[in-house]
């Protein structure tokens, strides 16, 4: 078994730049993911594992073939690397190299009456993973991020999603692409914004639906709200006009969820 023992080694230096460039996991078709959870939460979730790092006293050569089926490279490193290349603070002894997926439209199976979260542009890696794990605790069919502004192999997003990232089915696509495929699936769109909106709890989400939400800084742009099924909002009560972008989806959601008695 190979075993690297310097963070100076080219390989060790190349997986930080996969950590720390959104370029190098374009360039590569490759990310790190990091824990036996996320690992196997990717495994189970159709990713292609190419190479595993591990700590030999945290983890054993054993554990791995249990974890990992398929013949896969492994490499024994020290604290030192792993300390390197690990992204948490918390210490699980365990890396691995995955194969990302190309995240189109055209590649969602949906079921015949679809629930989909739709958010445009978010920013903030933590947002995207708060979605990401609303998203997988509501079972939904899909998540689609429109005009995406972060790679969504951002290890703060693998991170924060807790591995949902790989139990969510993702697909991303423009503002204009979204909108039609919604339209061309027969799928029902509402907007949450401040215009020229109607309570959300009044509209019907039993049937083939997305709900899209913006950015809290500037929210959904004027395509979505003039395509859009109904306009929604959320009552607010308090000084302010809005809510964290993911908490915001998660109400409407489980409303959803609510309406569909939880199927």
């Known amino acids: 078994m190979k075993q690297i023992t310097s963070v100076q080694n080219p390989f060790i230096k190349s997986l930080v730049l996969l950590q720390e460039k959104a370029k190098a996991r374009k360039q590569t078709g490759t990310f790190l993911i990091e824990g036996l959870r996320e690992i196997s939460l990717a495994i189970k979730g159709g990713y292609e594992i190419e190479t595993v790092l ?34 948490r603070d918390t210490t699980e002894g365990v890396l691995a190299i995955a194969k990302t997926k190309s995240m189109l439209l055209s590649d969602l199976k949906l079921s015949d009456n679809p629930l989909i979260v739709v958010a445009e542009a978010p920013e903030k890696p933590g947002n995207i993973g708060a979605l990401l794990r609303t998203a997988d605790a509501a079972n939904l069919d899909a998540v689609l991020i429109a005009n995406p502004k972060s790679d969504l192999y951002n290890p703060n997003i693998v991170r924060s999603s807790v591995g949902c990232l790989f139990t969510n089915q993702i697909a991303t696509g423009t503002t204009a692409e979204i909108i039609a495929f919604l339209k061309e699936k027969k ?77």
Not at 69 to 87: D, G, R, T
Not at 209 to 215: D, E, Y
Not at 223 to 249: F, H, K, L, Y
């Open 187 to 263: 799928i029902d769109f509402y907007c949450a914004t401040l215009q020229n909106s109607t309570s959300y709890h009044t509209q019907d989400f039993t049937t083939p639906t997305a709900l899209v939400v913006g950015t809290e800084a500037t929210g959904l742009t004027q395509d979505w709200r003039d395509a859009a099924t109904q306009n929604i909002i959320i009552p607010m009560q308090g000084e302010i006009d809005s809510m964290n972008v993911s908490v915001a989806a998660a109400i409407l959601i489980f409303e959803a969820k609510r309406q569909r008695g939880f199927n």
């Open 54 to 87: 591990f700590l030999p006293e945290l983890v054993t050569e054993n554990q791995i073939h249990k974890l990992v089926n398929s013949p896969v490279q492994l490499i024994e490193i020290n604290k030192e690397v792993y300390q390197k290349l690990a992204y």
